[in-house]
Nanobody
Framework: QEQLVESGGGLVQAGGSLRLSCAAS????????VAWFRQAPEKEREFVAA????????DYADSVKGRFTISRDNAKKTVYLLMDTLKPEDTAIYYC????????????????????WGQGTQVTVSY
């Protein structure tokens, strides 16, 4: 069964850093694109970052470009999101997601582009 489990969230002051992790199960992790989304209170879930199957293609939302870095370790079946220079507006529940399409360099920004989702981890950035 395909599962994604996020961890690493917490409370941090503005300007600080956090690294989120997403541990995956299932045999096809290494051939699928992955992504992070987030949902702030009373807002729609939004795209944050995506990474193709071999880690050579990335896409970032403008709001996080230059501050966040998505990466993966296929041997560990884990996706990471390193978040630097955090701002209060980054406060949200962060979700990782994975597509079921193999070996694609195409990186979607819509929730419907991804087939498997984690339960989320809360990130709170204080002033």
């Amino acid at each position: 069964q395909e599962q994604l489990v996020e961890s690493g969230g917490g409370l941090v002051q503005a300007g600080g850093s956090l690294r989120l992790s997403c541990a995956a199960s299932g045999p096809t992790f290494s051939i699928n694109a992955v992504a992070w989304f987030r949902q702030a209170p009373e807002k729609e879930r939004e795209f944050v970052a995506a990474l193709n199957y071999n880690g050579r293609a990335t896409d970032y939302a403008d709001s996080v470009k230059g501050r966040f870095t998505i990466s993966r370790d296929n041997a560990k079946k884990t996706v990471y999101l390193l978040m630097d220079t955090l701002k209060p507006e980054d406060t949200a529940i962060y979700y990782c997601a994975r597509t079921s399409i193999p070996y694609t360099d195409w990186l979607g920004r819509r929730q419907t582009d991804y087939d498997y989702w984690g339960q989320g981890t809360q990130v709170t950035v204080s002033y």
